[in-house]
């Protein structure tokens, strides 16, 4: 009986210890092929720590486009439960700060350097388009420009849920207009933003 129960105890933390490997097209792998792949410089990888997930990413390749349906129902999410008056009208860019990690807590980047950083960004963004835009953070610590901009806490993750099912490095952005939205994952570029902003007004 003892060995039994013994036996069970160990199936259940093998169970609760196993970790799930997948390929940069979603496909499942085995551990090995994940460690072997991502041993080349074609990859990197992302977590996903509450369900023990790992997956691997293109390095050249970290965008994605799509459709979201109704998106005017997230605008009226998003407004009622942050108190805001996004226009549906117009195109939403979101920043999404995932929470420290060693990407976006490194460097030699100053709060002064972040917020001169942002009004660069925002120049780019205005030459191409009027746009709604949201700060949101999953977990603040970490985010020098708290104080500076109007962060908000995602709303019982629902952006997360939509966009972010791993925790991609520094922060990410989407941009969504109308129906249709593009997301790249993990650090960017200011001229990531304005291009993929001109890039969804022409669809």
Not at 16 to 32: L, P, S
Not at 56 to 84: A, H, Q, T, V, W
Not at 103 to 132: F, H
Not at 168 to 177: M, Q, T, V
């Amino acid at each position: 009986m003892k060995k039994l129960l013994l036996l069970l105890v160990l199936i259940v933390q093998n169970t609760m210890n196993a970790q799930t490997y997948f390929d940069a097209d979603n496909n499942k792998i085995d551990k090995t092929t994940f460690n072997k792949l991502l041993a080349g410089k074609e990859y990197y990888h992302v977590e996903n720590d509450s369900l023990k997930a790992f997956k691997l990413m293109y390095r050249n390749n970290r965008g994605e486009k799509g459709s979201l349906g109704d998106s005017e129902n997230l605008f009226k999410e998003l407004n009622e439960k942050l108190n805001l008056k996004l226009d549906f009208s117009k195109p939403l860019i979101i920043y999404y700060y995932p929470g420290k990690d060693p990407c976006n807590s490194s460097g030699t980047s100053t709060q002064k350097s972040q917020i001169q950083w942002n009004k660069e960004l925002e120049k780019k963004v205005k030459k191409v388009a009027d746009v709604n835009v949201l700060r949101i953070y999953k977990d603040k610590e970490g985010i020098k420009t708290i104080n500076d901009y109007d962060w908000k806490k995602d709303p019982n993750a629902l952006i997360e849920n939509l966009f972010f099912n791993y925790h991609y490095g520094c922060g990410s952005f989407i941009i969504i207009n109308k129906d249709k939205y593009s997301a790249f994952f993990g650090e960017y570029g200011q001229d990531q933003v304005a291009e993929s902003l001109k890039e969804i007004l022409k669809k």
